[in-house]
């Protein structure tokens, strides 16, 4: 099974601060990766397909880059709303692995 | 608007067996690979099982094979995940997750518990 080395496990950051997340694969996935966002209590929800194509309806503060076997989530001037757990996927192969997750929390 | 609801959930002793249904309306469910996702109390994401539009392509972690079985009634537009044999380390969040391009949209989950 393909892994996924997701870091940090945690972060604490600002409103308004930049924020970026990455994720190894342990071998080449093309760009056969999904980022996610969860909160407490609720399902997760996609955020960025395909490495870098933004989901309908998903802030512009978003992005996703790389391909291969890295990649990488950025946060653009952090929001409120954005303090969550967020989650990238592999849907190359199965089984479909997930990262460890990352929790953003306000410094 | 799309909706997965999943039902069945529940409080089972080890050994035991469950069965999860999803309904899914707002879209043509016939069209789509779904799959079984998971969530342990305060633990990261899981993937469990997936099945193809047409039941063809069926896949499963190993963690589950042999003692899932994965299986959808495009008719009734539900989707069904028969566990048996049930362990405490499948205590978890059992999610409903439509395929496209990743995973684009979850039901709100159903909890099992797995406990003596």
């Known amino acids: 099974a393909i892994q996924m080395t997701q870091s940090p496990s945690s972060l604490s950051a600002s409103v308004g601060d930049r924020v970026t997340i990455t994720c190894r694969a342990s071998?080449?996935?093309?760009?056969?990766l999904g980022w996610y966002q969860q909160k407490p209590g609720t399902a997760p929800k996609l955020l960025i397909y395909?490495?870098?194509i933004l989901q309908s309806g998903v802030p512009s503060r978003f992005s996703g880059s790389g391909s291969g076997t890295d990649f990488t989530l950025t946060i653009n001037n952090l929001q409120p709303e954005d303090f969550a757990t967020y989650y990238c996927?592999?849907?190359?192969?199965?089984?479909?692995?997930f990262g460890q997750g990352t929790k953003v929390e306000i410094k | 608007e799309v909706q997965l609801v999943e039902s069945g959930g529940g409080l089972v002793k080890p050994g035991g067996s469950l069965r999860l249904s999803c309904a899914a309306s707002?879209?043509?469910?016939?069209?789509?690979?779904f799959n079984w996702v998971r969530q342990a109390p305060e633990k990261g994401l899981e993937w469990v099982t997936s099945?193809?539009?047409?039941?063809?392509?069926?896949h499963y972690a190993d963690s589950v094979k042999g003692r899932f079985t994965i299986s959808r009634d495009n008719a009734k537009n539900s989707l069904y995940l028969q566990m048996n044999s049930l362990r405490a380390e499948d205590t978890a969040l059992y999610y409903c997750?439509?395929?496209?391009?990743?995973?684009?949209?979850w039901g709100q989950g159903t909890l099992v518990t797995v406990s003596s």
């Open positions: 395909t490495a870098s």
């Open positions: 996927l592999q849907d190359s192969n199965y089984p479909w692995t």
């Open positions: 071998q080449g996935i093309r760009n056969d």
């Open positions: 707002g879209f043509n469910f016939h069209t789509y690979t």
């Open positions: 997750v439509r395929e496209t391009s990743g995973a684009d949209y």
């Open positions: 099945i193809s539009s047409s039941s063809r392509y069926i």
